[in-house]
Nanobody, 115 residues
Framework: QVQFVESGGGLVQPGGSLTLSCATS????????MGWYRQAPGKQRELVAS???????NYAGSLKGRFTISRDNAKNTMYLQMNSLKPEETAVYYC?????????WGQGTQVTVSS
């Protein structure tokens, strides 16, 4: 059974930084492309960033340069470093595979950007 455990969210002021972590179990983690997703209140869940099994990265919109996705295959863990956060980026952040059929979602981690 696949399990994703997201952590590292919290309350941060506009312009601040956070680093999210995603621990994964139940799949052969190293062979999957992985992604960070977010769902803001009243909006659909969207893919924020993805990273392939050999660490090629891709970012949505203008996030490149502010967000950095990385992974540690030895720890089955993925990270999202977020800088210069904006209030409109307040959302629940989730991780999941970024290829093929999505797995069951974890609880996510809440990120609130507010002064």
């Amino acid at each position: 059974q696949v399990q994703f455990v997201e952590s590292g969210g919290g309350l941060v002021q506009p312009g601040g930084s956070l680093t999210l972590s995603c621990a994964t179990s139940g799949i052969i983690y190293s062979i999957y492309a992985m992604g960070w997703y977010r769902q803001a209140p009243g909006k659909q869940r969207e893919l924020v960033a993805s990273i392939t099994s050999n660490a090629n990265t891709n970012y949505a919109g203008s996030l490149k340069g502010r967000f950095t996705i990385s992974r540690d295959n030895a720890k089955n863990t993925m990270y999202l470093q977020m800088n210069s956060l904006k209030p409109e980026e307040t959302a629940v952040y989730y991780c999941n595979v970024a290829e093929g059929r999505l797995k069951s979602w974890g609880q996510g981690t809440q990120v609130t950007v507010s002064s």
